[in-house]
């Protein structure tokens, strides 16, 4: 396919268009009952299985999903990206978080030099300084262990580092490493998130971890000034310098910001900010809190999906596979939403993290070239773990709309409990229902199963289950710190993979820039309005009135307030 040619001009496509009349004839519920079909759509890779038999496809859709796949050259750009090529193309940069995890001895080339052997400089770095933090040879302004850190930073700089510290909080291993210690973040402009983050922590034992990949990020950049007031007015300013570390690409405005470059921890322009949690944006603060040695593992984890995405058959990629059924089930079957559904508590970050991998990747209106795109890209993601979803809104997703969800569950659970005379162990308990609701979703119940049950004649189209409702199954083995660096690179490739089938760049995010800059014109005219009571000019009617409102109702505030922290 030549590159200024959309996916949905090629064969392949229309092909697969074709085919949806076919398969809106089939039912989950005959096709589950094909044993044969069932085990063809069963994968496993170093000890995790997919299972993907409950979703609206025949072995002859997934054939023809692999045609697509060729058409796009998707293998081409899969080699592309772990080349180092220019794939980011509209801010002319390589796209190679594998080079993160890429043990020492890997070569992966960006502009023509290995970048593996600064990977690891700054790898060795952050191992050695955590250990000096977590051992107490480095102390606070006024001589004690620093044993809590507050990682300041947003968007990617947040996300993933969240998603893996609230999964490995309760994994035995890393709960031993984090004893006495604790890790907050510190995210939302909103000075509650202020207060919450810093709440019960002292300055004197406090590190701050300031993470941006730009050091401009207007949110992370005022609560990092917000955090060196805290520091300052509680130790003196000299004690910055012993409570505030950065983790950056742009080593020149950390310094500017008074963080002494030695305690800055770089990556680089060829690190996408969400796909960033194995650079030293998610490594050092899960190092502080954790120790190397488990954050290496979660590397590992990552590591060992990385070699498969590269080198396994697109029927047995499991990556792979998922981005084609995620490509069927939006472009083909119309159904625009997925929902992330991990029967694990500890992941109950990970669909937050995820929707801003995929809906910042994903969420695009034109393709690579810049031509507007006639069908919708991306999908819209959203997730809580279960059981507490199937309280919430399973509702909709089993008599309502479609929306196919990823099952993911845990076969040991990292906090077993059996309770004496129970039927089962609280984890079968938890397992039973991600079990369950797969075929609930798939079969259904009919209007005759109903019957023969006596339900009341009125109830039942209230009680009847249309079935045939697309799912999947990741069943994982355990949940340590390398299960949880595997889990994140199967979605990070996915999510890849859509874009290259789509013909989008999935590295950019152009579509946040817009917001960004009306509100610093917002920040001029609050700060013009207060300073000067200056007229609130060159908004629309709306916002004028809403501005007016918000002005007028907090006009106590002083036009030169003093300074003032949180109070809790
Ligand atoms: O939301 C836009 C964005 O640029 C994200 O892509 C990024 O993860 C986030 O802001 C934070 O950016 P930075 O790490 O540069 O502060």
Redesign the pocket.
Known sequence: MASSTLICDTEPWKDLKNHVQEIKKTHLRDLMSDTDRCQSMMVEFDGILLDYSRQNATLKTMDKLYQLAEAAQLNNKINQMYNGEKINSTENRSVLHVALRAPRDAAINSDGKNVVPEVWKVLDKIKEFSETIRSGSWVGATGKVLKDVVAV?????FLGPLFVHTALQTDLEAIECARGRQLQFLANVDPIDVAKSITGLNPETTLVVV???????AE?MLNARTLREWISTALGPSAVAKHMVAVSTNLTLVEKFGIDPNNAFAFWDWV???Y?VCSAVGVLPLSLQYGFSVVEKFLKGAWSIDQHFISAPYEKNIPVLLGLLSIWNVSFLGHPARAILPYSQALEKFAPHIQ?VSM?SNGKGVSIDGMPLPFEAGEIDFGEPGTNGQHSFYQLIHQGRVIPCDFIGVVKSQQPVYLKGEVVSNHDELMSNFFAQPDALAVGKTPEQLQKENVAPHLIPHKTFSGNRPSLSLLLPSLNAYNIGQLLAIYEHRIAVEGFIWGINSFD?WG?ELGKSLATQVRKQLHASRMKREPIEGFNFSTTTLLTRYLEASSDIPSDPPTLLPRI
């Not at 993470?211 to 990020?217: A, D, H, I, L, P």
């Open positions: 930073g947003i968007g990617g700089s993470v941006s990949k730009t050091f401009t990020t992370t996408g900010g969400r960033s801003q910042e995010q946040v």
